[in-house]
């Protein structure tokens, strides 16, 4: 049994609700809000073309591909845990890292699973240290590492949009 709430103007009000008539209806209208968006997109960005050739990352990664827009689909291996300011992907061969045009954009720390990207593929000329970290996460081995002096010309991916296949 509901109990009726008198309030100090003799107004009946239902717990929980509010006074009067428009009491009921914010809550719900709040509600709404919230279940929409709870509801998580699955891109972020700008969405990779559906239509697009998709290319894997060791194809995206020869020079006849550098500069054009292209599309590439792949495995996430490795993500920034400070802000998801970049990611790394595979087509199990090759790893290709990728940045966020004009930093607009980020994604989840925990991103697994399958994404197809949209960008611009370039090299990009990096000191040793940055050559080193970035070298790290493309998989290679502590002794190649090592072997880094100086700037580098590294291929990077400057993503526009990333779309999320199967999280997993």
Not at 49 to 55: E, G, I, S, T
Not at 80 to 90: A, F, K, L, N, Y
């Amino acid at each position: 049994m509901i109990k009726r709430v008198t309030s100090g103007r003799g107004q009946r009000t239902a717990p929980f609700f509010g006074r009067g008539t428009m009491g009921g209806i914010v809550p719900i209208v709040v509600l709404v809000g919230v279940l929409i968006s709870c509801s998580k997109p699955d891109f972020v960005g700008v969405r990779p073309h559906d239509d697009a050739q998709l290319m894997t990352t060791s194809t995206a990664l020869q020079p006849v591909n550098y500069g054009r827009s292209i599309v590439v689909q792949g495995k996430v291996v490795e993500v920034c845990q400070e802000e998801g300011c970049w990611m790394v992907i595979t087509d199990g061969s090759t790893r290709l890292r990728m940045s966020f045009k004009d930093e607009a954009f980020t994604v989840p720390m925990h991103t697994k699973g399958e994404v197809v990207v949209e960008g611009t593929i370039n090299e990009d000329i990096f000191d040793e240290g940055s050559s080193k970290a970035i070298a790290a996460t493309l998989g290679l081995t502590q002794p190649l590492i090592d072997s880094i002096h100086g700037d580098k010309r590294i291929p990077i991916m400057t993503a526009v949009g990333v779309r999320f296949l199967n999280m997993e």
